[in-house]
């Protein structure tokens, strides 16, 4: 690995080391049954569709690999329903986690932090590779990919979540409204109307703005990216096209995309008033989750 991108995966440890992904969905300790119980429902409240796009149930007697099991919510869906699973995530924080989840609710299961472009498993391994979020984070995406094509045995499958370029949140939501929005952040009747607007946390947009005061000069596009969609200091997040992920995925015989989530938090004002179904026809062209299924 080049020394620039060996810096960067560092950078990214070590924010999802003091962000485990989830934890800010529960006002409960960490590690506790409701903690858990609370994330789940968070989870799937919010992110309804995931149960329908991840088939858990599906996975009956299969060996399934989770690339960045984050706190195993997912993974505890995948025990569940009987699939013989291990969960990795490039955080201790994390595996720390997701294990103790598994032994609350006594779910078979087996973690190791590890590196998903660097995966210490044999050739041929799993039936089902699973990602959530996790790639378009890492930096070299296309080994990771490569990672999970050695992994499966001949027709196994990969499932996994990147974000959607083509999608209402990156187009609209990042580029144009919280583009012109972070001026409003210099002044707190500004956090306060865009608190009002979007939903955003409070908390979350005072980060961005003391962010904002520590960069001299303006955010490049890939920087703004970054910062505007898992956290103010996230150091990486990247974008894929329809043509982007099957070039990505280019070396799998099958590959279907579906587009899911609209996230109507992201839409001013009405969001919150669109019925489920119309939020599904929506996501389903202009969602913000890019879900890749491919066989290999």
């Known amino acids: 690995m080049s020394e620039p991108n060996t810096k960067l995966k560092e950078r990214v440890r070590a924010f999802w080391q003091a962000n485990p992904c989830g934890t800010k969905f529960a006002d409960a300790e960490p590690g506790s049954r409701r903690f858990y119980e609370l994330v789940e429902q968070h989870r799937y409240e919010k992110e309804w569709h995931i149960p329908i796009a991840a088939d858990f149930a599906g996975a009956r007697g299969w060996r399934v690999l989770e690339i960045g099991c984050g706190l195993g919510t997912d993974g505890a869906q995948f025990a569940k329903a009987g699939a013989d699973y291990t969960g990795v995530d490039l955080t201790d924080a994390a595996v720390a986690l997701a294990r103790r989840r598994f032994e ?25 590779v699973y990602s959530h979020g996790v790639l378009h984070h890492t930096p070299d995406p296309a080994r990771a990919v490569r990672e999970i094509h050695r992994l499966l045995r001949p027709s196994g499958r990969a499932v996994v979540m990147l974000y959607h370029r083509n999608s209402y949140n990156y187009r609209v939501n990042i580029r144009v409204l919280r583009r012109g929005g972070v001026h409003l952040l210099k002044w707190e009747s500004g ?13 979350s947009l005072h980060e961005h703005a003391r962010k904002r005061e520590q960069t001299n000069g303006p955010l490049s596009a890939q920087e703004f990216l970054s910062q505007n969609t898992d956290g103010a200091g996230n150091p990486l997040a990247r974008v894929y096209s329809r043509r982007e992920a099957r070039e990505l995925f280019k070396d799998f015989t099958e590959v279907e995309l579906r587009a899911y989530f609209l996230n109507k938090r992201f839409i001013p004002l009405i969001g919150n008033l669109l019925p489920r179904s119309v939020e599904a026809q929506l996501a389903a062209r202009w969602g913000w989750h890019l879900w890749i299924y491919a066989r290999k």
């Open 104 to 128: 609350l609710f006594n779910l078979p299961g087996t973690f190791r932090t590890a590196d998903a472009e660097n995966l210490e498993f044999a050739a041929e391994s799993f039936d089902l």
């Open 191 to 203: 956090v306060h109307l865009v608190h009002k607007l979007t939903g955003e946390p409070i908390d």
